[in-house]
């Protein structure tokens, strides 16, 4: 079992930048890879950004591209999503998440394994 812990979330103005943190514990990040998914009211959970465990590689939602960056620090166990130049489109809960096996770009909700309960987003303009 693998328990996910998001942080840093906020009220930003449009244009400005927050750093998310999602600490896992239980189990170690071994065998798993991780994303970034989000969650508007009234809207799907979509994903935004995903990272192996090594780091070297990562995809992102053409919405976020060049904005955001995901990044991972396996001596804390954590993965950080750098949040920048916010629009209001982007208020929204933000969820870690962590899926078993190797990285493969999975951008699909219902292909992960573990959740954390989310840290709010919101943009004001």
């Known amino acids: 079992q693998v328990q996910l812990v998001e942080s840093g979330g906020g009220l930003v103005q449009a244009g400005g930048s927050l750093r998310l943190s999602c600490a896992a514990s239980?189990?170690?990040?071994?065998?798993?890879?991780m994303a970034w998914f989000r969650q508007a009211p009234g809207k799907e959970r979509e994903f935004v950004t995903s990272i192996s465990l090594s780091g070297r590689s990562t995809s992102y939602a053409a919405s976020v591209k060049d904005r955001f960056i995901i990044s991972i620090d396996n001596a804390k166990n954590t993965v950080y999503l750098q949040v920048n130049s916010l629009k209001p489109e982007d208020t929204a809960v933000y969820y870690c998440?962590?899926?078993?096996?190797?990285?493969?770009?999975?951008?699909?909700?219902?292909?992960?394994?573990?959740w954390g309960q989310g840290t709010q987003v919101t943009v004001s303009s």
């Open positions: 998440a962590a899926t078993r096996g190797p990285y493969r770009d999975s951008r699909v909700a219902h292909e992960y394994d573990y």
């Open positions: 239980g189990r170690t990040f071994s065998s798993y890879a």
